[in-house]
């Protein structure tokens, strides 16, 4: 499949709606990407990045849709982009149809095949495709609100509260930091996987057996090179202890268990 990835022309949009992973997950199963010339630039995404992942750069958004079979994008075309809708062209994006009538009535003279994102249920019913955005709007709450608590912007002058940190003690488990940065860390390490979460709960403390699932991303030659999911990571607690090579220097003790970036150097890796 021939897959597009226009610059989002919405106001206030900086998102993009394929990062270089996703392109390079996309080409290795043979599809052919087009990202138009700056499309990540405002996510801090290079096109030298979008180069590296597989796809093949565009300078105009007309070509972007020309070129495509199937057009992805975060938020719905805008005015311009609608004389590039065709027949046979599928788009997949969030298109707030119901407030956006202008792009419904293009969406229908254009005859093309329009998927809108937000509207999108799994087999329980739920939205998945808004959880992360959901998650991200709850997340961003208090910083907006400390913003519009500071005076000169309306509010009282109130802190928030918060914590300075916790020490070590008998209820908090911390492990020392060391000198490496994540970065050197993960810039060392020829091959591995760079874990990012851990599900469930798989260690025996009798025997110290470990076993976790996890998610994250795949390290080549020191670089992320794509992201994991449905794995199994093991060893023994004692081994892997011993096994720990590097120890990053991004301790942050804001919880009551807390440990820096570490390396180790061998465990039983299962899954996909």
Known sequence: MRI???????????????APHAVYELTRAGHRVFVEAGAGEASSITDERYEE?????V????????DSEIVVKVYGPVEEEYEYLREGLVLISFLSLPVNLGLMQALLDSRCVAFAMETIRDARGRLPVLTPMSEIAGRLTPQIGAHYLQRPFGGRGI?????????CSTTNFILQPGTDSNESIVKGTKQGLYVTEMMGFGFNAVTGDFSRGASGFWIEKGELAFPVSEVTISLNLDQLLKRIDAVGNDLDPKTSVAAPTFRVSRMTLAGK
């Not at 022309?9 to 709606?17: I, L, M, Y």
């Not at 802190?159 to 020490?167: D, Y």
């Open 53 to 57: 992942a597989g796809a093949r750069l």
């Open 159 to 167: 802190l928030l509260g918060g914590s300075a940190g916790v020490s």
């Open 59 to 66: 300078e105009e958004a007309a070509r972007v849709y020309a």
């Open 4 to 18: 597009g990835v226009p610059t989002e022309r919405t106001q206030g949009e900086s998102r993009v709606a394929l």
